[in-house]
């Protein structure tokens, strides 16, 4: 039997059992969910057993375990390391759900669940991948597996896990499905991942909530003062004012931003896909470039005050936001979350007292085109797609392909299958099942071309 032959065959199997992982909340941000997020990790080590690897365990860290597994084949041949993450994001709010997050359901050809795509289903296309080669004895590289349950809180574990392991992960490339393409239509490899500052502010007018009649008028609002400081962090040409914010954004020359506008984008697709009359970013770039290659500054959120129901008539005596920064080439996270905190506190009014609290950052990354390991990818797209796939800069961030590139020398493929529009981070987040099976192949056939290309 041929790979493609035994994840025809195996198709039914394959979606049952990635319906099971799903069943897991494996929530790393909640402390609740403390104990699924283990079973999502034992699950994927007995996967890795049952898949074929010679080796599978859990590893320790601070947090939550790392899966590790492999199966060398043989020593002289390439070694490939799959990257990947068990854990997925908060499912709230729950009530914007057709259908309860962790109890899949197939609908319309898509699994809607949440890590449906976002990275339960890209990971464990992998392992099937790789069960289909070893079981039918078509493994031409070596495989290694490092599936973590952190990637959506920071990566921090991970980070120190791979600086003390750099033998055990000695490996000629990293493969990671865990972006999106284009379209089926139009399939890609995502090249560029944006780097991101991610922190809290906090805003302390006076000393308790007040009486917003009594006092009213007469004592700074923090929630107030917390909107006009943020409105003034962006400016109408959409430029981030922070000081020395865009110091040193690496600018892309005509040639290079003509080739990243040459991939296919439909305005009026985006905007009724999002039913939204219109579009705003920074001038001078078009939507592709502004989520591409150019930085930004969101608030994620913001609260204080009285928020239940009906009225209650108080002046806060706090307000807060998170603030996220996507960050480009050559920007630094460290340096950027220094600059916007002294940036913001200068900002402040007297009346105001303003805290800044880091969470977590990573560093932009940009993947090469001419590596071997791309072009092997490209052509397994070429083979079963029968297009070849366009490089593209995506908007999210891995933050620990930047530190594999640094740690361990390894440039990273981006191969993922997802589409934007599968609502990851969202509710309803789905996979569809074209995607997940074509994805199955396309890995294989990635395994064998790096193979060939190494010889
Ligand atoms: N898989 C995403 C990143 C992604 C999504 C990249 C789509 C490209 C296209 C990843 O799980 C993620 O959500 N990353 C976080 C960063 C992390 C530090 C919390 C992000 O981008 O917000
Ligand atoms: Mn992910
Ligand atoms: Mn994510």
Redesign the pocket.
Known sequence: MTSKEFIDTNKDNFINELLDLLRIPSVSADSKFKDDVRRAADFIKSSLETAGADKAEICETAGHPIVYGEKIVDPSLPTVLVYG?YDV?PADPYELWDSPPFEPVLKDEKIYARGAC??KG?MYMHIKAFEAMSKTNSLACNVKFMIEGE?????DNLGIFVKENKEKLSADVILIS???IISNEAPSI?VG??G?S?LQVEATGPNRDLHSGVYGGAVANPINELCKMIASLVDDNGKITVPGFYDKVAELTEAERKALNEAPFDFEDYKSDLDIEDIKGESGYTTLERVGIRPTLDVNGIWGGYTGEGAKTVLPSKAYAKI?M?LVPSQVSEEITNLFTSHFKSVAPKSIKVKVTPH???EPAVTPTDSKAYQAASKAFEEAWGKTPIPTR??????IVSLFKDELGLDTV?M?F?L?SDA??SPNEHYGLFNYMKGIETITLFHKHFAESTE
């Open positions: 993450h994001q976002d990275d890209q990637e959506e809180v920071g990566s865990d972006t999106s995502t991942l944006r991101l991610y996220s996507r977590h950052g990573g995506d908007g999210g961030s891995i933050p981006l993922g997802g934007d990851i981070h």
